[in-house]
């Protein structure tokens, strides 16, 4: 909570904070790697950083955390403080890094808002940043206590034992452990991150949703090749892709994420759209794996049955479940060879589709389909608390925006 004295100058400063936050952050991250160019290896993802996402990224959480100060003293922005903490502990992030983000940081709003940062000003900020680091601080050391593991002994290394390709632009990895530490096993929905080497020597790191059930020695994850455009490709999937193959060896994080499958014995409902599969697809392996008998539904959205990644899999784990279903919705018509529930042409449109009553549901895919799905769940009744969403890429930010 923020104190009587810093509250009003938040309030009174919030607007022109926000309007220009970008600029602060962009100045901020040159500035960061300026003063501390080994943060670009290994912790910062610099496909983000050339795209501007991680600017906004580190925009839009700073302004839903002083807007929630202001706005809603009594509560902070759960869902944004688990969904970084869980993400800094998958890459290791440790206390005094802390530190040096704040000092680059105010620098940064210095540099951009000159004068208009006074004594009381930048006081005020101060407490505001302090305040989100220490409970990012006090999250994140519960986590790595929970995994048992410290910032330096997140990563080990992992064989690769199988190389799947299950579409054109996705490829699955079965990875086995090669040492004797504990595995303790991941929940279900969680996500690792995999740091590779680059050409040029730096490691680059990605997060991946774990695709299938862990078993104790073995560890599942798939990767979409990722398409430029008139940018760059992603140069860690393109090197996932093209070049890491049976027998090599990847450094991967223990499992993380807070997005995990209730356990409270209530019906279950899976919306994906795309790559977005990959979450589910690790859920529905350990509903089949636990011989559930819950009421489960797979909602999935994609170009055409080829462009389903994973689809084998997760209708194969469906109809290991006594009470569930698959329906499916492609771009480019209704068909479909594989024994699912009904196929739909088009994108996906829940109004034919009946509600299971007290359900909790998970959506994952891009923001918008995400964002209409929810939509229409809320409009039809669904509780917000029942809808959980995962969310690929740094917009992490965008999980307390309506």
């Not at 006090?138 to 986590?143: D, K, S, V």
């Not at 590779?196 to 599942?220: F, I, K, N, W």
């Not at 994080?253 to 697809?281: C, E, K, N």
């Amino acid at each position: 909570m923020l104190s009587e004295r810093s509250a009003p100058v938040i309030q009174a400063t919030l607007p022109v904070v926000a309007e220009n936050i970008q600029e602060i952050a962009r100045r901020f991250y040159a500035h960061l790697f300026g003063e501390h160019p080994e943060l670009l290896d290994g912790t910062f993802n610099r496909g983000n950083q050339a795209e501007g996402t991680q600017q906004l990224a580190l925009a839009g959480s700073v302004a839903v955390f002083a807007s929630a100060l202001v706005n809603h003293p009594d509560r902070l922005p759960e869902h944004l403080m688990s969904r970084i903490a869980h993400k800094h502990t998958s890459l290791g992030i440790t206390p005094g890094q802390y530190q040096v983000v704040h000092d680059n940081l105010f620098w940064a709003i210095v540099d951009v808002l000159g004068d208009a940062v006074t004594p009381e000003v930048a006081a005020a900020w101060d407490e505001v940043y302090w305040l989100m680091a220490h409970a990012l601080i006090n999250q994140e050391r519960g986590l790595y206590s929970a995994r048992g593991v410290r910032p330096d002994t997140v990563w080990r290394q992992w064989e690769v034992a199988e190389k799947t390709r299950e579409t054109d632009d996705v490829v699955t990895f079965r990875v086995r452990r090669v040492d004797d530490r504990l595995v303790k096993t991941s929940l279900p929905g969680q996500y690792v991150t995999v740091r590779l080497v680059m050409a040029d020597g730096v490691r680059q790191p990605r997060q991946y949703s774990l695709t299938r059930a862990d078993d104790g020695e073995h560890r599942q994850f798939s990767v979409k090749r990722v398409h430029g455009g008139d940018k760059p490709d992603g140069e860690v999937s393109t090197l996932l892709h093209d070049s890491v193959d049976v027998g090599d060896r990847l450094e991967m994080s223990v499992p993380f994420g807070d997005v995990v499958l209730d356990d409270s014995g209530r019906p279950v409902v899976f919306a994906s759209a795309g790559i977005g599969i990959t979450p589910m697809a690790g859920m529905l392996s350990h509903l089949a794996h636990a011989g559930s008998g819950l009421d489960v539904r797979l909602w999935h959205a994609d170009v055409d049955e080829a462009s389903w990644a994973l689809r084998e899999q997760v209708v194969g784990d469906v109809q290991k479940l006594p009470k569930s279903s698959v329906h499916v919705w492609f771009e480019r018509g209704a068909e479909c060879s594989l024994p699912v529930d009904g196929v739909h042409a088009g994108q996906m449109d829940l109004s034919r589709v009946e509600l299971p009553e007290g359900a909790v549901y998970y959506l994952c895919g891009p923001l918008p389909f995400m964002q209409a799905v929810r939509s229409e769940l809320i409009d039809r009744g669904v509780p917000a608390r029942d809808i959980q969403y995962e969310v690929f890429g740094p917009d992490l930010w965008q999980a307390d925006l309506d």
